[in-house]
C-alpha cells in the first residue's frame, strides 16, 4: 500500500493535490474574468435565460438531447403533477461512432423530429457541446468535446440550421430555443422540486462534466446591461485548466486528437476516467506494482470503459489478480476517482462562493449524467468532500437533485418560459 501511495505521489496523480481551499479560490478568480470578459479558461457563456416567468402548462414542446453519447428526442409537456414525457425515442450521437459532416448531421436531427412536429411547433434544441448562445436563443457551435466528430460544426447555428432544413422539407416550425445541458438541469431542478431552495446550480456528471449558474445581470459585465434580473450562466467548466495534471494524465491527453483542450473533463468525466486508469495502471505495472500475470493483462488493455473501472474499483475483479494485485487496482482507482471528486466539488464550491447560495436555506444542486447516478465510487466521495467543504468550511447548505430525464425535461422548460 505504501509502495502504490509513493508511486501516485511520484507521477503526480494524487488526490490530495488537488486542494479543496486553493482550487475554489481559483476558479471564482476565472469565473470572474470570464463574467468580465477578460482571458480566463472558463468563458461563462451567458444563456439568455431568465428564470422569472412562469412555466406553461399544458403546453408542448419538441425537445432534443444531442448528448455525449445518445441522441434524444420527445415530446414533452407539464401539469399540476410535474411533466409529461411522450414520443421518446434514443439513437446512438451522430459523429460518436464515426464522423458525419454538419449537414448530414442537421439532416439526421431533422429526421428525428419531424415526425413529432404535429404534437408541437415549438423546439428545444440542448446541445452538450461548447456553445455560444445568441440573444435570440440560437446556438452557434464553439467546439466539440468527448471525440465527437461533426465536421464543419465550428461556427454553425444550431436552430437557423435547424429551421432552414425542416422548412426546406414544408415543415412549419414556431420557435427554436438552444440550450447547453447544465442549463437544462438546472432548469428541471427548478421546475419539478419541492423543497424552498436559496437558489440553484446545474451539473451534469456523465460522458461530460459541466456546471451552470444563476447570476444577477449586474454580475456579468460583459453583457453591458443595467437591467435587474438573473440569468442562467454555463461555465463551460471542463476547459478549467487549472487543476495539477499528474504524467499519467499528459501521457493520455497527448494520445488524443485535441492534446491540452477541456484539461479538466479529462480529470474528471466518464469519457476518459476509464482511460485515465487504464494509463495509471499501465505505468504502475511497468514500475513492478502488480504481479507478472496481471501486468500481461494491464498491458495488453486499449481501452477501459468507466462503469468498467468502476466494477473493479468497487471490488468486483478481472480474472487474473491475486490478493496484492487487487489490493493495489483498488488504491489506485478509488484514488483517482477521490480526485475526480475534489475537482467538482471544487468548482460547486465556487459558484456557492460567488453567487452566496446556501448560506441560509439549501441550494438545489441539479445533477445529470451516469457518473453521478450509476458510479459506486464518485457520488460518496463528491458528497464527503461537499460537507467538508461547503458544509463545514463554508457553512453552507446543499441538496443534490436527481431524477429521470432531466435535460430533457429542462430543455422542454426552457422553451415554455421563453
Known sequence: MIKVAQFMKAH?????RVDLNAYTKAIVE??????????????????????????????KAVVIDAGGTNFRTAVISFNAKGAVVESQSTQPMPGSSEPVSWDE???????????????????????????????ERDGKVLGLTKQVDI????????????????????????????????????????????????????????TGCNTCCELELGSIPKLGTDKSGKMLVTLESGAFDGFPRGDCDLAMDEDLPDTGEYTAEKLISGRYL?????????????????????????????????????????????KGFNSEDRVNLVYIINELFERAARCIACKLCAILELTGDGAGRPVGIGVDGS???????????LEKFMDIYAGEIMGRRYEFINF??????????AVLLS
Open 12 to 16: 503526480g496523480m494524487d488526490a490530495e
Open 30 to 59: 476565472s469565473m470572474k474574468a470570464g463574467l468580465a470578459g477578460d482571458e480566463s479558461s472558463l468563458p461563462m457563456i451567458p444563456t439568455y435565460l431568465t428564470t422569472g416567468r412562469r412555466l406553461a402548462r399544458n403546453e
Open 105 to 135: 448531421f442537421i439532416e439526421n436531427v431533422a429526421d428525428a423530429v419531424q415526425p413529432l412536429m404535429g404534437e408541437a411547433k415549438n423546439i428545444g434544441f440542448c446541445f452538450s457541446y461548447p456553445v455560444e448562445i445568441t440573444p
Open 151 to 206: 465536421r464543419g460544426a465550428c461556427g454553425s447555428y444550431l436552430g437557423s440550421s435547424l429551421r432552414a432544413e425542416l422548412e426546406r422539407r414544408g415543415v412549419q416550425v414556431g420557435r427554436i430555443v438552444v440550450l447547453n445541458d447544465t442549463p437544462a438541469t438546472l432548469l428541471a431542478a427548478k421546475a419539478l422540486s419541492k423543497g424552498a431552495y436559496s437558489g440553484f446550480v446545474g451539473l451534469v456528471a456523465g
Open 274 to 318: 476509464g482511460q485515465v486508469c487504464m494509463y495509471t495502471l499501465k505505468q504502475a505495472a511497468r514500475e513492478g506494482l502488480f504481479s507478472e500475470n496481471a501486468a500481461t493483462i494491464i498491458e495488453k488493455m486499449t481501452e477501459v470503459a468507466t462503469p468498467t473501472i468502476d466494477k473493479w474499483g468497487s471490488g468486483r475483479f478481472h
Open 371 to 381: 457518473l453521478f447516478s450509476a458510479s459506486r465510487l464518485l457520488r460518496p466521495e
Open 404 to 413: 429521470e430525464n432531466m435535460s430533457l425535461i429542462g430543455t422542454a422548460a
